[in-house]
């Protein structure tokens, strides 16, 4: 296979537990990689964690690694492990843009952080990996920025990144959009995965690979890449590559990386694919369509798909068909799930949908593009309710201003006369709805809708109030915002909110989680525009680690810290 490849790389200039939907516990286990870099993390789907430092030098090593999308499989949004950032010192006085680290093209995915890294020879204590729309993949030593450690295109000979489909959500190329996943314990130096999208500038064919780097070379792996392709029984024939764009952050768990695909807006043909290979040999392990028998149904959010301790998968799926007649164990009688929260399992080389749930409006819902498709998963830490039961939860939103609360032991299914057999509902508690992905932090969750502010809501007894606890000041336009939550434990804790809207000035917030009115920071306050970083970039998501936050823009990651 003959690839259009280019290496860069250049020396430098000179445990905390979360509880899970399953129940249980999902370990986030302390890592101090080894120098040969031989590998550190026990848990390939969860961001490592221990001593942080700061990018302009506590003397302390950075070792907290940031492998997957919102620093753990639950999808939570939380990074315990910052030590340097707090309260007292994120002000514009002390804290603010230290550099941009440039790349070719939109960055949408979220960058990804590994501690303790040696390259061509010289140990660096942050590696973050960037991917970019241009089909590209970039290692930058974060404390110094300058010229990349690595850089690699994954364009073959003769292919140039995919066009827009006509669809401007992903505009004006597509190449990298999903977050990779890390794994430092595979292969001699630790592996990146990376789903890449591209086209034969000849034929005009559409491609989708799935792509596992060396992290220390960018160089592939053995068996690397391979190309997607997929079958599954029913009527609504085979994976066309052309027709999706996977959005949706890689999963990897038990050995699996998990791929979830949208469609270029709604242009049909599309259903409601997920895949898995085995991240050894990237031979595909299983294959689902939740739509087989019918149409649509795109998995659009940014997280993914979420996996609790027990091993369930979950996901929201788009509009689509789903089928109102029920079996009677009260499943769509032919399959298709289009516009629900589902719950898989993995067992051999089957997925399987254990259990859902659809709105009782769901048919409606679909026909005018109010799925619950546009939010992402939440898994819950674990919560007491009022009789003493510990209760397994995930948060669901999408674009019908709705907050639907299930319960992972029982999500509900569908009932065409009401929602009353799901936990909780919060009716019209996101005014335009939600196109973000929701965190978790200390009893609270913390969202913001379409257009409207960011906003708290605590626990109390397992259920959530009808109202917010707190909420910010500004608002969020178009597409509201995907937080993330730093804190040592559950001190010195920040909220980390981006305004993302393409087309104005993006601006970096600091609220306090107890208190979303108290604001810490934003890169609006230092005299002359010292913090800006150009427009927002539409999905980006805050990445916190080690003293620096980093946020994607249209042509690299702007990195802040203390000054």
């Known amino acids: 296979m003959f690839r259009a490849l280019r290496f860069l790389i250049i020396m430098p200039l000179l445990a905390a537990a979360l509880t899970a939907c399953g129940g249980g516990t999902v370990p986030v286990t302390a890592a101090d990689p080894p120098s040969d870099n031989s590998g550190g993390s026990g848990s390939s789907s969860s961001s490592s964690s221990g001593s942080t430092s700061s990018s302009s030098g506590s003397g302390a090593a950075a070792t907290t690694d940031v492998l997957t999308y919102h620093y753990d499989a639950m999808r939570s949004g939380e990074n315990l492990t910052e030590t340097v950032l707090t309260p007292a010192n994120v002000t514009s006085a002390s ?16 960058p990804l952080v590994v501690t303790q890294l040696t390259i061509a020879g010289t140990l660096h204590s942050n590696v973050v ?59 001699p130096n630790g592996t990146i995965f990376v789903v890449a999208m591209s086209k034969n500038t000849a034929s005009g064919a ?81 294959v689902l369509d939740l739509t087989p028998n019918g149409s649509q149904g795109g998995i659009w959010d940014v997280a993914g798909l979420a996996v609790d301790s027990a091993g369930a998968l979950y996901t929201l799926v788009g509009n689509g068909i789903f089928d109102t007649t029920l079996t009677g164990a009260g499943f769509p009688n032919r399959q298709d799930f289009g516009n629900a929260a589902v719950k898989l399992s993995l067992a051999g080389s089957t997925l399987t949908v254990s259990d859902y749930f659809a709105t009782s409006n769901t048919v409606t819902q679909s026909q005018g593009d109010k799925d619950l498709g546009s939010g992402s998963p939440l898994l819950i830490a674990d919560q007491v309710d009022s009789a003493g039961a510990t209760r397994h939860l995930m948060l669901a939103a999408g674009k019908d201003t709705n907050l639907y609360l299930l319960d992972c032991d029982n999500m509900g299914k569908f009932n065409v006369n009401s929602n009353s057999a799901i936990y909780q509902q919060l009716t019209g508690a996101l005014p335009g709805g939600s196109f973000s992905a929701p965190v978790y932090f200390n009893g609270s969750i913390y969202l913001a809708g379409n ?39 559950t001190t010195n ?45 539409k999905f980006i998501t805050p990445v916190v680690a080690n003293g620096m936050v980093f946020v994607g823009t249209s042509d690299g990651v702007a990195v802040f810290g203390l000054l």
Not at 256 to 261: A, D, E, R, V
Request: aromatic share 10%; net charge negative; with cysteine.
């Open 95 to 110: 804290f603010g843009k230290l550099r941009t680290l440039s790349a070719d093209g939109l960055v949408d995915a979220a």
């Open 129 to 187: 990996y960037i991917a970019t729309e241009h089909d590209s993949v970039y290692a930058y030593d974060a404390d110094l920025g300058g010229t990349p450690l690595l850089q690699v295109s994954l364009l073959e000979t003769g292919e140039e990144t995919s066009d827009n489909h006509g669809c401007d959500q992903v505009s004006p190329e597509i190449g990298i959009t999903a977050t990779p996943v890390i794994d430092r314990s595979a292969g």
């Open 206 to 286: 559409y491609i989708q690979r799935l792509h596992a780097l060396d992290l220390v070379t960018l160089q592939e792996r053995p068996s690397s890449p391979v190309v997607i392709q997929a079958t599954y029984p029913g009527t609504a024939g085979a994976f066309v590559p052309g027709q999706y764009k996977e959005r949706g952050a890689l999963l990897l768990q038990s050995g699996q990386i998990y791929t979830s695909w949208a469609s270029h807006c709604d242009s049909t043909p599309y259903n409601s694919w997920i895949m898995a290979y085995n991240e050894a040999t990237l031979a595909q392990t299983a």
């Open 451 to 489: 257009g409207s502010s960011l906003k708290q809501f605590k626990f109390a007894s397992a259920l959530l109030p009808a109202t917010p606890t707190s909420q910010s000041s500004a608002s969020f336009t178009f597409p509201g915002t995907s937080a993330s939550i730093s804190a040592n434990g």
């Open 493 to 537: 804790a920040i909220v980390w909110a981006a305004e993302s809207n393409a087309s104005s000035a993006a601006v970096l917030h600091a609220y306090n989680p107890a208190n979303l009115a108290v604001e810490y920071y934003n890169s609006t306050q230092a005299a002359g525009g010292r913090d800006s970083y150009g427009n927002g970039n």
